[in-house]
């Protein structure tokens, strides 16, 4: 079956990096287009960024154009998103998952969600 492992998440000061990954099993992972979302206490998840299958285009959220950058590596299955001068705002549990790159929205049956990873950035 389809998994998604989130991973380097952690406790940052305001103006710091971190650098998530997804590790991408059970699915041809090159033949779809990824996102990255995040969920904040008490909100809904929302989209963030999304990358298409080869990697060539890129999308993101207005928040966070310009401080993070999405990238995946098609021959290990891994979904990345470089986080640049991170905010507390940023803060949220953050997931990978297949997506629509047009509608920024998981396509119809490959509504797969990890546990996600914990970011969060302080003041």
């Known amino acids: 079956q389809v998994q998604l492992v989130e991973s380097g998440g952690g406790l940052v000061q305001a103006g710091d990096s971190l650098r998530l990954s997804c590790a991408a099993s059970?699915?041809?992972?090159?033949?779809?287009?990824m996102g990255w979302f995040r969920q904040a206490p008490g909100k809904e998840r929302e989209f963030v960024s999304a990358i298409s299958t080869s990697g060539i285009f890129t999308n993101y959220a207005d928040s966070v154009k310009g401080r993070f950058t999405i990238s995946r590596d098609n021959a290990k299955n891994t979904l990345y998103l470089q986080m640049n001068s991170l905010k507390p705002e940023d803060t949220a549990v953050y997931y990978c998952?297949?997506?629509?790159?047009?509608?920024?929205?998981?396509?119809?049956?490959?509504?797969?969600w990890g546990k996600g990873t914990l970011v969060t950035v302080s003041s």
């Open positions: 059970g699915l041809y992972f090159s033949r779809y287009a």
């Open positions: 998952a297949v997506i629509n790159y047009a509608t920024r929205t998981p396509p119809n049956g490959m509504d797969y």
